[in-house]
């Protein structure tokens, strides 16, 4: 039983932390000011280049001491010792908080001895990207985190335990419990979980649990395949290990393939940024191996790592029709980003991603997919760089099983004075770099990332728009050769595609600062695409789904016409321009489309989804699909 002494101090202490409570909530006039709502929503910003105003008012870095110890019977117990497996549901229970607040929260940082400093002028950088959301300003950001209000009893106060017993069975110091639970990945760096108070932008720490390792840091993880050439007997695989030394690929029945090595460092990254400062995450080691000697449209199974650091569990996967073959199928979409599986905020997340990422698992792994394309802004991590891990645990049940082809985006290469085309800041400093590493297409270098592939009856000719497109300049000229060297007998259609679109009905009151369409690029590359004759184009960047008809210079030269079966059909017997259509609907905030819309514009859609291609040598089927599985629109070319 305490005195009356320990009684009184306690309730001095609930006092005291009210006062202190409210006056984090409301700084003085001369101090720091913040937004007065630390959980405003996120407001989605399509074009990727922020807008809005910032809450952040002054411009300062400096630690923070940890909260005053107001709660002295806090206690953080995780359901694991560890080490923790490659992926591991982890509860954290809370208990013995004397005041719950809707300010509390639990983060995930990584590496355990990260600073969880409060660092403000870290808003400038996050506001850089594009995401105006309230996030935690740390000196390192944190993997994810919750608010411990997720848990439904958390405020109310649910369950309840008495600390310090009054008289009659009274109690005068109650406190409170809380339960949160975490989906964790093999990040190679291990895990503490931090509690913190003071909300998103002031926080102070709290608590502390971990930290907790990974079994195995070393671990090969996250593989996916790609095609490297147009024949479809070669496949490159590229795989994420906390180890250096090479590994090997086992495929095919007996044959391997010793992987090449390569990493990146902070001083790749762009300054000022995220990448380069607070976003920073150990990479681990980039792997990657060529499977070489294989048959076009097989199944081959494939198993990689080392006996030193363990083999990955054995994945079947299937190679592409080669050129010229009389049929292929084929997923194709934008903007597609990441999410928490377990309800986690992170920076920048993509509402609609996990939906249509399952949707397309469940398509690859119940049809005849013969490959996916992703044109542009493909993980959003935008500087935050262990977000790259998230995004390529997601998609592995695709990537790994089918080509996983690529178009570089805004958010993977946009950064000032850094070689991009446009100068925003959007992708956060990764400046291409990891885009480049993780995604190693076919092209003629590096940082020149447009190359041409063909499968099947479909040559595509892929481009990047963040990348100079002007007449006369290096990737202008490309267009125009490889356009010219198609091979019409071999592949009677031309599929060209990039980030960025030519046209679009997208509205916003952005739109007048940071148009959705670069009228230049369209002006520059339009006649090209005539004089190619190219059958359809397809862009991301705006998010929504809107099918033009064949059209150039803004005219309707062809229009659908139904067929027996009531499907829209452009007969391209003659020739007259290309049939567009904007795909940037599978995972980022969708977009709204104008009131008033052009004659080009046909159908228009604010749904996720991604695009079905079906392709004969006389018949090219379009599909969209919504994430049920169900046809949101579709079309036909016919030769």
Known sequence: MPTSAQSVLAVALILLAAVVAQALQHPLPDERIYASDPWKPARGDPLGAGGFESSFRTINRRSLLNCFDLNPYVNMTVDTAGPLSDTQNVTVSISGVVNPSDHDWLGVVSPSNASTSNCPDVAVLILATGDTSELPLLCHYPVKFKLLKEDPGYLSCASSQCQVPGLFGSCLVKTCSASITFRLINIRTDIMFVLFTGGLQVPCVVDKAGPLPFANPKAPLYGHISSIDSTGTSMRLTWISGDAAPQTVQYADGSTATSTVGTFTKSNMCEPSAASDFGWHDPGFIHTAVMTGLSPSTQYSYQYGSQAVGLSPSTNFSTPPAAGDDAVTLIIFGDMGKAERDGSSIHYIQPGSIS?????????????????????????????????????????PIASRVPYMTAIGNHERDHPLSGSYYSGTDSGGECGILYYNYFQMPTPAQDKPWYSLESGPIHFTVVSTEHDWKAGSEQYMWIQADLASVNRTRTPWVVYTGHRPMYSSYDSV??????????????????????????????????????????????????????????????????????????????????????????????????????????????????FMFVNMTVGDSFAIVK
Not at 366 to 380: E, K, L, P, Q, R
Not at 533 to 540: N, R, T, Y
Request: proline residues 2%; contains cysteine; glycine residues 8%.
């Open 356 to 396: 249509v990422i399952d949707a397309i698992t469940t398509a690859v792994s119940g049809a005849n997919v013969d490959f996916v394309f992703h044109i542009g802004d493909i993980s959003y991590a935008t500087g935050f760089l262990v977000e790259w891990d998230n995004f390529l645990e997601l998609i592995q």
């Open 510 to 623: 952005l739109n007048a600062i940071l148009p959705a369409v670069d009228t230049e690029y369209t002006d520059a590359i339009e006649p090209l695409l005539l004089a190619g004759k190219v059958d359809l184009v397809l862009a991301g960047h705006v998010h929504n789904y809107e099918r033009l008809c064949a059209v150039y210079q803004g005219k309707c030269l062809v229009n659908s016409t139904k067929d027996t079966t009531g499907l829209d059909t452009y007969n391209f017997t003659t020739y007259a321009a290309p049939v567009q259509a904007v795909i940037g609907m599978s995972g980022f905030q969708l977009d709204g489309f104008k009131s008033q819309v052009d004659v080009w514009s046909k159908v228009r859609i604010s749904e996720y989804g991604y695009v079905g291609i079906q392709a004969t040598r006389q018949k090219l089927l379009f599909e």
